[in-house]
């Protein structure tokens, strides 16, 4: 398969204009040898690369939609309902197709995999709403379909497009997800949804250069349209860790944490007291709601200075412990992220805790030179897999048999 595959890519061979049948014995049976791998392991790590043979390869990306659609209905409810799910999302097998699946789990990721599949739900339904809320709740970080109103809202916020370098724009390091956020707000203004100038927001307007007036103003948007939610706080904390200058809309009504906490406030005031532990223990003492929790852990963590957390590591310990597994990992998402793009290097933490997790997340705050070449993929290792005709000889490809056989 990976010979072929890379051949396609290659443009060496194209795909099949229709399945050949030469033996008129029925079903064809690469199809059917296929299909049957991955019935009886939707989690197989090669699944994906067998998908795209059946809907690349054999041409067959209709009928690969139909097969899949049917085997997903008969997962929903079971242990195997997001193996299939991923197997849709890895190709938006689902795009163009409307459904209601009002009973479906959409925890532990499901909601993500189900809006990367292109599955949309009817539009104004309950389902929706349970979707855009698994979105808002930080489940839904990385979703790679624009095919419904709740996926477009995922990818116009998505995290990873609020990080930059510059002082004058954000330059996303991943052209997929640019394109995809412009192609997102398309499609929300094309709706006329509101989240069409939430998600523009984002622009740097003019004296907002090298300042978090963009973290601010989306965040700012997001929370008067829907009130707390983790989307909001994210992105405010995002600005607050970023190396810009604060600024913001001053709120005097709001607080940075707590039942009257603002993202904007939040932002503002968290960078300002980066360096004190004592306001950092004041404002744990106002959150109450995981919500809460949560904003003050990775807030503390990603913006206040190395020290301040090394002091106050045992509280950040006991915090994350009382979150909600499912609001734990967002936590944990969003920190790694922070950390991952740099903006922490100069904030060491020293100190150990008992938490492995966040050990793991501290490591990341000290720079390790990378050992690869080039763009640090070591993708200039791998072994080029040989051309589809060197395969062909090899193998005896090419032989006239006496029986013709489909290979």
């Not at 409307?98 to 339904?125: I, K, Q, R």
């Not at 622009?203 to 300042?211: C, D, F, M």
């Not at 957390?309 to 412990?321: R, Y």
Request: with cysteine.
């Amino acid at each position: 398969m990976n010979v072929l595959l890379s051949a396609l890519d290659r443009r060496d061979i194209t795909h099949l204009p229709e399945l050949p049948n030469p033996t008129d014995a029925g079903a064809d049976p690469t199809w059917s040898r296929l299909t049957t791998l991955i019935s009886k392991n939707p989690s197989d790590t090669a699944n994906p690369q067998r998908v795209r043979v059946l809907r690349e390869l054999l041409n067959q990306r209709s009928e690969f939609a139909k097969w899949w659609y049917e085997q997903l209905a008969a997962a929903i409810g079971t242990e195997q309902q997001n193996a299939w799910l991923a197997i849709g999302a890895c190709c938006e097998a689902g795009a163009g197709i409307t459904v209601d699946f009002e009973d479906m789990d959409l925890s532990d990721g499901a909601a993500e995999l189900f809006l990367s599949t292109g599955l949309a739900p009817t539009p104004g339904d309950s389902f929706e709403t349970a979707l855009l809320a698994a979105v808002l709740n930080g489940e839904c970080p990385r979703v790679t379909s624009t095919s419904s109103m709740p996926a477009q809202v995922a990818a116009a916020l998505a995290p990873g497009e609020f990080f930059t370098s510059s002082t004058t724009g954000f330059i996303s390091g991943d052209a997929r997800a640019k394109r995809r956020r412009s192609e997102a707000i398309t499609q929300l203004r094309k709706a006329n949804s509101p989240w069409e100038e939430i998600a523009k927001t984002r622009g740097y307007k003019p004296g907002y250069k090298g300042s978090t007036f963009p973290w601010a103003d989306t965040a700012t948007a997001v929370h008067d349209h829907v009130g707390r939610c983790w989307t909001a706080s994210e992105i405010a904390i995002i600005g607050a860790a970023s190396p810009f200058k604060v600024a913001h809309t001053k709120r005097p009504e709001s607080t940075a944490f707590g039942p009257t906490g603002h993202p904007s406030e939040l932002l503002a005031q968290s960078r300002t007291n980066a360096g004190k532990a004592s306001w950092w223990r004041e404002q744990l003492g106002t959150v109450h709601s995981d919500l809460e929790r949560a904003e003050w852990a990775l807030a503390l963590w990603c913006v206040a200075t190395g020290p301040v957390v090394s002091e106050l590591l045992p509280e950040l310990t006991e915090v994350l412990a009382q979150l909600t597994n499912s609001r734990r990992r967002t936590v944990l998402r969003a920190a790694e992220q922070i950390a991952r793009f740099g903006w922490l290097e100069r904030r060491p933490v020293s100190g150990s805790t008992t938490n492995a997790e966040l050990d793991a997340l501290n490591q990341l705050r000290v720079p390790v030179p990378s050992t690869e070449p080039g763009d640090g993929t070591g993708s200039s290792n791998q072994t080029p897999l040989p051309s589809l005709l060197s395969v062909a000889r090899a193998d005896r490809w090419l032989k006239v048999d006496s029986q013709s056989v489909y290979k």
